[in-house]
């Protein structure tokens, strides 16, 4: 209940916004494949910033 103000951290939103990307690439992918290939592209260099910001932590 107390957690309903807290601001999320810049890593919980990059990781917040893989896991849509995610979603959305696998959706995409079923109707059509470029399209959701490029989404997985973008997921996975989100997922090299992410990883990123863990090293510095």
Known sequence: M??????????????????KLLKEAHKLSQVNRSKGDSKYAEAESLLNEIKQLEEQN
Do not use: A, D, S, V
């Not at 107390?2 to 896991?19: A, N």
């Open 2 to 19: 107390y957690g309903i103000f807290k601001k999320k951290t810049p890593l919980e939103k990059l990781q917040q916004r893989y896991e």
